[in-house]
């Protein structure tokens, strides 16, 4: 008990110190200083049930735990998870998300239209990380960097030179790409910890480059006035520009503000739905095999024959190009893109969408892209203390649940005793 009594303190008076710091107190400008404030009544009594909380689990944890343990957690029968994994079911159910994402741009709200696009930009990242991280094992911490890249490409293209949406995007993932190339040769020796530096020092390079570089990217300005994607040449504004004609006006039916928005939803989707058939057949391919080959030993494929510089590189290059893609289609799709919309926080983002789901699982990478998108937009009011709620969840998902929500599966053959 005395080993706990002091764990439990230990714990509670980390707990205590750090929420308040970050919650307790803030700054506050009274004129032209800052005067430093506390926190009203309520966040200190959450702060202080936080610590009493921290404080019993720890000095009661065995109990705790005993008791947890004689929950009993939903399951599946045998014979329904056998059927569940079957590949028809399995289709049937993609069949079925599919038909629902096609069908709901047309039964909800605006603002819930824009919601589901902005979830379908994080899914698509989501699953390119998931090639370098949950597949390859490499961990990447500037990701967004690519997603800079992809952003930037397109929108230079179409200030400087007149490019259009569909030429930019294959550009700007052709682009992402380079970069990805470029980054695996300085990494092909580092592991772990390393590799998570240069990869970090390598997103916040490309967002200090595009901070520095004022004649061709506005520097802290940004980029505005961005072109829109366009349907065969079909604008989806009130008046077309010259040479171009306007969706309404071309299918004769009065202006709606509502068919940019569908419009964009379902690019997004085509976007994501490309992106997991692609993933899903290269799995399937040896290259996929020898992903995971060398995220599980890196000694042993050597010893196989395997080239681990081929494959780090392949595994960067292509993860690389789904993150220009999904660039593009951010510029495109706000107009306006300046380099703060690309800083460590959204790598961090990603990396907690890929961990969440599951390393290596695409259904896992979707739902924790919806989870980890949606639940800020619901709770509003703890908006605040988002990356902090981000903080706890990963905790808890480590500590109850290592493999993600839906971790990946893998087909296998079990011989007979």
């Keep these: 008990m005395r080993l706990y009594f002091k764990s439990a303190i230990f714990s509670a008076i980390i707990v205590l110190v750090l929420s308040a710091i970050l919650l307790g107190v803030r700054l506050t400008q009274v004129g032209t200083a800052l005067t430093l404030v506390g926190a009203e009544a309520d966040v200190l ?27 009993p957690t939903p399951s599946l029968s045998v014979g329904l998870r056998n059927l569940s994994q079957t590949q028809v079911v399995q289709r049937l159910l993609w069949c079925f998300l599919i038909a629902t994402a096609l069908i709901f741009p047309f039964l909800g709200s605006r603002s819930q239209i824009d919601l589901a696009t902005l979830v379908l930009i994080y899914v698509m990242l989501g699953l390119g990380l998931n090639i370098v991280v949950g597949l390859a094992g490499l961990l990447d911490l500037g990701y967004v960097g690519f997603y800079a890249v992809g952003a930037y490409t397109y929108a ?88 171009s004609q306007s969706f309404h006006e071309y299918f004769g039916i009065a202006f709606n503000s509502n068919h940019r928005v569908i419009f964009l939803y379902l690019l997004a989707l085509v976007l994501v739905l490309i992106t997991v058939f692609v993933i899903n057949r290269l799995i399937r391919m040896p290259i996929g095999r020898a992903w995971e080959a060398m995220r599980e030993d890196e000694i042993a494929c050597r010893a ?114």
């Excluded at 049930?49 to 000095?59: G, K, R, W």
């Excluded at 092909?188 to 590799?195: E, K, P, Q, V």
């Design 156 to 243: 230079m293209l179409a200030m400087y030179f007149g490019v259009g949406f569909w030429t930019g995007l294959i550009a700007a993932g052709v682009m992402a790409a380079f970069f990805g190339f470029i980054l695996g040769f300085p990494v092909l020796r580092l592991r772990g910890d390393y590799l998570a530096i240069v990869t970090l020092g390598f997103g916040e390079i490309i967002r200090i480059m595009l901070n520095n570089l004022t004649a061709l990217t506005g520097g802290p300005r940004g980029i505005g006035n961005i072109p829109k994607p366009t349907l065969f040449n079909l604008e989806f504004s009130r008046r077309a520009s010259e040479g």
């Design 304 to 417: 196989l024959g395997m080239n681990p510089t081929q494959i780090k590189l392949s595994a960067f290059t292509i993860g690389a190009t789904f993150a220009g893609f999904a660039g593009s289609f951010f510029a495109a799709r706000q107009g306006f893109i300046s380099p703060e919309s690309f800083t460590f926080i959204e790598s961090a983002i990603i990396l907690a969408i890929v961990v969440l789901g599951g390393m290596g699982s695409q259904i896992g990478v979707i739902l924790a892209a919806i989870v980890m998108t949606v639940l800020p937009e619901m709770a509003r009011e703890f908006n605040e203390y988002r990356m902090l709620l981000f903080g706890l969840m990963m905790v808890l998902m480590m500590i109850w649940r290592p493999q993600g929500l839906l971790p990946m599966k893998r087909p296998h053959l079990e011989l007979p005793q």
């Design 45 to 71: 009594w959450k702060i202080f049930a936080a610590t009493a909380l921290i404080f019993v689990y720890n000095l009661w944890r065995d109990p705790i735990e005993r008791f947890l343990g004689y929950i």
